[in-house]
């Protein structure tokens, strides 16, 4: 089946650290590959994606490469910021079907 | 544009009552979703509509919960009667299209079943 796991939280980091947020998933078709971030009081925003292998989604410094190969997305950043403090969740999609299987979320606390 | 607006933003309600969730897609998206996220799981697909039809219904937990869009514009989520295990955060998303990323989710209804 299709299935996303992504490591679990709480991550607390400090201000300008290096984060790393593991994800792998199982795909019957060939997937793409997302992360969306929800920041306290919001609702899900698409932060980056990637459609197919080897393909890299960046945005606002977080960056993650397709591995099909390990079938991974690992979720990337070389400096965080308090600003960061969010949930991130790690998704895929098969092409043609409209739903997202999403993991359960990886919370990140970053202090100053 | 407007966003989707979801409503209410929080309900608490006793085992056994009804609870209706509203959301208001973005203004010509035809694609409705609705999922929710349990006791800080995964959040899980549980419905699409296209316009006022049910396209894809597969993830809807049992027949306590009824959706309906009406006239193609907004939805309603009725769980009837709510049980402990409803409890959880119910997303509304939509997008104009099938394509990939274009979904916007609302905020979410955080739902509390006592």
């Known amino acids: 089946g299709n299935s996303v796991t992504q490591m679990e939280g709480p991550v607390t980091l400090s201000e300008e650290a290096f984060l790393t947020i593991n994800c792998t998933y199982t795909?019957?078709?060939?997937?793409?590959l997302f992360w969306y971030v929800q920041y306290p009081g919001e609702g899900l925003q698409l932060l980056l994606k990637?459609?197919?292998?080897?393909d890299k989604g960046s945005n606002k410094g977080f960056e993650a490469t397709y591995r099909k190969e390990t079938t991974s997305f690992h979720l990337e950043k070389g400096s965080v910021q308090v600003s960061d403090s969010a949930v991130y969740f790690c998704?895929?999609?098969?092409?043609?079907?409209?739903?997202?299987?999403f993991g359960s979320g990886t919370k990140l606390n970053v202090k100053p | 544009e407007a966003g989707v607006t979801q409503f209410p933003s929080h309900s608490v309600i006793e085992k056994g009552q009804t609870v209706t969730l509203r959301c208001d897609p973005i203004?010509?998206?035809?694609?409705l979703y609705w999922y929710r996220r349990v006791m800080g799981k995964e959040i899980k697909f549980l419905l699409h509509?296209?316009?006022?039809?049910?396209?894809?219904e597969s993830g809807m937990p049992n027949n306590r919960f009824l959706a309906e869009r009406t006239g193609g514009t907004y939805s309603t989520l009725k769980v009837q009667p709510a049980e402990l295990e409803d409890s959880g955060v119910y997303f509304c998303?939509?997008?104009?299209?099938?394509?990939?990323?274009?979904?916007?989710f609302g905020s979410g209804t955080r739902l509390t079943v006592v």
């Open positions: 990637a459609t197919k292998a080897d």
């Open positions: 203004s010509g998206h035809d694609n």
């Open positions: 795909a019957t078709g060939y997937p793409s």
């Open positions: 509509f296209v316009k006022e039809s049910k396209q894809d």
């Open positions: 998704a895929l999609r098969i092409y043609n079907f409209n739903k997202f299987y």
């Open positions: 998303a939509s997008s104009r299209t099938r394509e990939d990323g274009g979904y916007t």
